[in-house]
């Protein structure tokens, strides 16, 4: 089983930068998934982000050039660097595991764990 909490969320201008963190518990998967996902108000949950063991990445349009999705070394925390936030970006920001399987997916329904979100806001 796996626990996630997600930080670093918070309120910024346009053009801004902010850094989320997810926090993994303890673990000894072989492989796995983690993906980052947001809600945007009156929208539905889209993947924007996943990585690997391997640390093989891949990014939705939306957020391409823009977010960049990395892990520690030892794995345990998932970072999502944002820069050149804009508005639309506001959401809230979820990270997810997947367990026993390395592959870049952002379909919701994969992922078996799930944090309970950290809010971005991006506004002048």
């Known amino acids: 089983q796996v626990q996630l909490v997600e930080s670093g969320g918070g309120s910024v201008q346009p053009g801004g930068s902010l850094r989320l963190a997810c926090e993994q518990s303890?673990?000894?998967?072989?492989?796995?998934?983690i993906a980052w996902f947001r809600q945007a108000p009156g929208k539905e949950r889209q993947g924007i982000a996943a990585?690997?063991?391997?640390?093989?990445?891949f990014y939705a349009d939306s957020v391409k050039g823009r977010f960049t999705i990395s892990q520690d070394n030892a794995k345990k925390t998932l970072y999502l660097q944002m820069n050149s936030l804009q508005p639309d970006d506001t959401a809230i920001y979820y990270c997810?595991?997947?367990?026993?399987?390395?592959?870049?997916?952002?379909?919701?329904?994969?992922?078996?764990?799930w944090g309970q979100g950290t809010q971005v806001i991006v506004s002048s």
């Open positions: 997810a595991f997947r367990a026993n399987v390395a592959s870049l997916n952002l379909e919701e329904a994969v992922y078996n764990y």
């Open positions: 303890t673990h000894t998967y072989l492989s796995y998934s």
């Open positions: 990585i690997t063991t391997s640390d093989q990445t």
